[in-house]
């Protein structure tokens, strides 16, 4: 099992260029497949995450090249082009593919099985699986339709107006791409806004949604039209570095290419709120996304609350965010993220053990946590538990710790950030 040593840091100096949108790298695929015509992708991120998505459909007759750069071309096969998979389609560790494709394929003509890995074999699916079942759709799950393997017989739909219980992008996808095989009108309310790249990519390609206070709606069997697309930095991959930079003395970077969505940019809100020093420079617009370079510098932090709409703008940023936490003046506290108990691992426990294990002093909530600030963090060996955004958190706090910390099961960083240890290894002066 591969692990890795992280020493403390001297100050961290230099730009970096943040790598393609994982959750917007998937949607190319999905919606460019169901296009008619050629959809070419520019920076798509070459994580394990994406390629699970992109040999799923490959599977399903879609030929798509890679080309050198992150360039993919993707020749659309239409919405009713896709072709029975001779296999079942292995999402990995991929929650974004296994619940946005239960939606594409419950309108399908034909059958299909999805699974993924041991990891992806306990998250739950009925909250896509229960509401498409309204739609007309066909699954069939282990724990009564909850978990993977999932299979489907593809079956007509019929619209519905879904009020989801979560703020899940998730979700509220995977309704859409069935929505596109249902006559008529597909709504999907949620409690707050949680990412809308699903929206903005659909309708670039030409189907009709209409977003309204607290939910969105989708007309059926548009005509999708391929579309050249430029995929945005990951917020979600820059906060590492973001964090970084705050929190060791006497640093400043220059975090290249991230992608600032209102949905997704509740993180810097939060450094913000912290008394982190961010600057915005050379904003700019990129495939229909708000984007800009950071510029960041080392900054005196103070606790925070997180809660409420900020919650799904930040969701998968919470576990580093717990460790600027840590090093910040004060308590922070964070309420309203029960979702973080569902994601490749429990987060909230997974974060607790880090913090723990590094001498600072963290306490679960059902919904969160409480996160007391201290001066330094200790060195110590910390499993990953084979969730990337853990294993890179850790790889953060450690810069900050006074002796090592070893990290084992670091692999699974690769499913979405490829060249963290690269970068990580690059500004440390
Ligand atoms: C994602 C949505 C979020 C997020 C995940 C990617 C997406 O999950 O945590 O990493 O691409 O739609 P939920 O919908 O479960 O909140």
């Known amino acids: 099992m591969e692990s ?33 015509g050629e959809t070419t992708v520019h920076g798509f991120l070459h994580g394990e995450d994406n390629h699970a998505t992109l040999k799923a459909f490959r599977a399903m007759g879609v030929e798509i090249e890679e080309l050198a750069g992150g360039v993919l071309k993707i020749r659309g096969r239409g919405l009713d082009g896709l072709t029975e998979p001779g296999d079942v ?20 003509r034909f059958f299909s099985v999805l699974t993924g890995d041991r990891y992806l074999r306990k998250r739950p699916m009925k909250r896509v699986t229960g509401p498409l079942v309204s739609m007309g759709a066909r699954i069939w799950g282990r724990g009564g339709g909850d978990l993977a393997p999932l299979a489907l017989q ?17 979700v509220k996808s995977a309704l859409l791409l069935a929505g596109l095989y249902a006559e008529g009108t597909t709504t999907v309310r949620e409690p707050h806004l949680s990412r809308d790249h699903s929206e903005r990519m659909l309708t670039a390609f ?32 820059a906060a590492f570095f973001l964090v970084a930079a705050l929190v060791v003395p006497g640093s400043e970077l220059l975090v290249k290419n991230v992608g600032l969505n209102p949905s997704r940019s509740g993180v810097i809100d939060i450094l913000r709120a912290m008394g982190g020093s961010l600057e915005l420079v050379d904003e700019r617009q990129a495939g229909g996304e708000p984007v800009a370079d950071i510029v960041v510098k080392s900054s005196r932090l103070k606790g925070i609350e997180i809660s409420g709409e900020l919650v799904p703008r930040a969701i998968d940023e919470l576990p580093v965010v717990s460790i600027a936490a840590a090093l910040a003046e004060g308590t922070t506290t964070i309420r309203d993220a029960r979702e973080l108990r569902v994601k490749e691992t ?4 997974a974060m607790i053990g880090v913090l723990t294990a590094l001498g600072v002093s963290a306490q679960p909530r059902d919904d969160g946590m409480v996160v007391h600030g201290s001066d330094g963090l200790r060195g110590g060996t910390i499993d990953s538990c084979g969730d990337h955004r853990i294993a890179m ?15 084992t099961d670091t692999a699974c960083t690769a499913t979405s950030f490829p060249n963290f240890w690269e970068l990580l290894d690059k500004i440390k002066t």
């Open 154 to 170: 593809g079956t007509p739909l019929h619209p519905i107006d879904y009020a989801s219980p979560i703020a899940s992008a998730q």
């Open 4 to 36: 890795r040593i992280v020493h403390p840091a001297r100050p961290l100096r230099g730009e970096i260029v943040i790598p393609g949108d994982k959750s917007i790298s998937h949607r190319s695929i999905m919606i460019g497949s169901l296009a008619e």
């Open 89 to 108: 389609l292995d999402c990995g560790n991929s929650g974004t593919t296994i619940r946005l494709m239960t939606g594409l394929l419950a309108g399908q």
């Open 393 to 407: 958190s850790t790889a953060i706090a450690a810069l900050r710790a006074t002796a090592p910390v070893t990290i």
């Open 346 to 349: 429990d987060r909230i426990a």
């Open 206 to 237: 030409g189907a009709e949604l209409r977003p309204f206070a607290g939910g969105v709606s989708l007309t059926g069997r548009p005509r999708l039209r391929g579309q050249e697309i430029r995929v945005p930095g990951d917020i979600s991959s």
